[in-house]
């Protein structure tokens, strides 16, 4: 089983930045992906990025490319999303996904942190 905590959301204007930061535990070795989602009011729950947690592949929503990363640390036990150029439209709960190796249909989620732009 694996639980997983985000933080670094809040309040930030448009144009500024954040760094949001996923620590997983448990069976870490068992995650294949270490993923963000996002999910605005009355939106549905979106993909924003996703990391391979061992060879470190990356892939983004187009709305985010160029404007966020996703990384991880050297132990692969933490997953982070640096948030550069922040628009009103980037205003959700940020959720850390998980998804398991040898089960791909078995996945995590973590409780969510919020990110609010606004002037």
């Known amino acids: 089983h694996v639980q997983l905590v985000e933080s670094g959301g809040g309040l930030v204007q448009p144009g500024g930045s954040l760094r949001l930061s996923c620590a997983a535990s448990?069976?870490?070795?068992?995650?294949?992906?270490m993923s963000w989602y996002r999910q605005g009011p009355g939106n549905e729950r979106d993909l924003v990025a996703s990391?391979?947690?061992?060879?470190?592949?990356?892939t983004y929503a187009d709305s985010v490319k160029g404007r966020f990363t996703i990384s991880r640390n050297s132990a692969a036990d933490t997953v982070y999303l640096q948030m550069n150029n922040l628009q009103p439209e980037d205003t959700a709960i940020y959720y850390c996904?998980?998804?398991?190796?040898?089960?791909?249909?078995?996945?995590?989620w973590g409780r969510g942190t919020q990110v609010t732009v606004s002037s």
């Open positions: 448990g069976t870490v070795f068992s995650i294949f992906t």
């Open positions: 990391i391979v947690r061992s060879g470190g592949g990356t």
């Open positions: 996904h998980a998804r398991d190796y040898w089960n791909t249909s078995l996945t995590y």
